[in-house]
């Protein structure tokens, strides 16, 4: 995997004069090197897309494609931006590699933080809320990026993130910018209940991409920050109330309804290989394509969208990450990264001048470990 640097701020807020929740004091917590997996940057910006976009494989599958190709990764050495290809571009397309990459890292924070693991109903974007949670919301005004619910965890709660992206250096010290916007997110928060907030600053102006994350606590917060710098997710404030007439229930089914929707326009719309080249993983047949991220510069990374036909249960979708915990050192090594939802797996192949052969895929899925 790739490396970032880290700064961890702790951010306390107060109930101002005016009622409204303010921040209240922010300090530096800690300072470390990360571990990021670079299909999971990727998967990210598959999954959160709005509720009401249309998708096509291929459409998606190019955007995933410029994403990677701006993208400089190796094993064990800094995870950076290639600079020069990123400046001669467009200014939109600056925008969106930035916002992508931006998302990218609020969720590996957010992940490593409160020791989450990612599921395709887990995360939707503030754009455009899907049904289960109409009303709960303002639909205008200062919102965050990302909504994390962490029901599939087992517990009723949710997290909201905010995510900036820049193409200049990390300040030495929190600037303006990224105090202002901690203003509005955490007077959203005061806003909404005091409903748990948190926000990420990517920078990846330098050789290796820095990224402050804000931790957020509420007014007279109940837990302590441990030594080793981890939160549970168990101390996280109560979620805003749902609508009294929807049991939870009736909400988890339209979220799981969604992503069985959106999993089935991309299943229609991907490439089918032909019977000789068939592509199946536990027993599911997979659609999809490989793909050079060669957009921008010559790259040998390599990179593959798949859909599967039907749903994988948790515990299979979630052996790669299994095995990434028990065996880090060789997972950061592996040429092969990947990163796998129930329906959608993403695959990273570095230094392969060909697309790999695909028992070297299910082999890290089927048999992880091995």
Not at 10 to 21: A, F, K, M, P, Y
Not at 97 to 117: D, P, Q
Not at 210 to 238: C, H, M, T, W
Not at 273 to 284: D, N, Q, S, V
């Amino acid at each position: 995997m790739g490396l970032i640097d880290v700064r961890r701020f702790w951010v306390t807020t107060r109930v101002g004069g005016s009622g409204e929740l303010v921040v209240s004091d922010v300090g530096l917590a800690e300072e470390s090197e990360w571990d990021v997996d670079l299909a999971q940057v990727v998967e990210v910006n598959a999954l959160c897309v709005p509720a009401t976009r249309p998708l096509t494989y291929q459409v998606m599958d190019n955007e995933l494609r410029l994403l990677a190709s701006f993208l400089l990764d190796r094993p064990g050495a800094p995870i950076s931006v290639r600079h020069q290809e990123f400046k001669a571009s467009a200014g939109h397309v600056k925008r969106f590699v930035t916002e992508s990459f931006g998302l990218g890292m609020l969720t590996a924070a957010v992940e490593r933080h409160y020791r989450w693991k990612l599921r395709d109903s887990d995360l939707e974007n503030f754009d455009v809320l899907p049904a289960k949670f109409a009303g709960q919301y303002p639909a205008s005004g200062v919102r965050p990026d990302l909504l994390f619910d962490f029901n599939s965890q087992g517990e009723e709660k949710r997290l909201a993130g905010e995510a900036r992206g820049r193409s200049a250096c990390r300040p030495k010290f929190t600037d303006r910018d990224q105090r202002e916007r901690l203003d509005q997110i955490v007077a959203w928060s005061g806003r909404n209940d005091f409903h748990p907030v948190t926000m990420t600053w990517a920078y990846s102006g330098a050789k290796k991409v820095q990224v402050d994350f804000f931790d957020i606590q509420n007014p007279e917060d109940p837990y302590k920050v441990s030594e080793s710098g981890l939160e549970y997710l168990e101390n996280l404030a109560p979620t805003s109330a749902r609508p009294v007439d929807i049991p939870l229930p009736i909400l988890r089914q339209r979220a799981l309804g969604r992503t069985a929707a959106i999993a089935n326009e991309l299943y229609q719309t991907a490439p089918q290989p032909t019977p000789e080249r068939a592509r199946r993983i536990l027993g599911r047949n997979v659609r999809g394509e490989w793909t050079t991220a060669d957009l921008v510069a010559p790259s040998n990374l390599r990179l593959f969208l798949g859909v599967l036909d039907q749903a994988l249960d948790q515990r299979q979708a979630g052996a790669p990450r299994r095995a990434r915990s028990a065996s880090s050192q060789a997972w950061d090594a592996d040429p092969i990264q990947i990163a796998m939802t129930q329906r959608i797996l993403v695959v990273v192949a570095r230094d392969s001048a060909q697309e790999p052969d695909w028992s070297e895929v299910t082999r890290r899925i089927e048999q992880p470990g091995q």
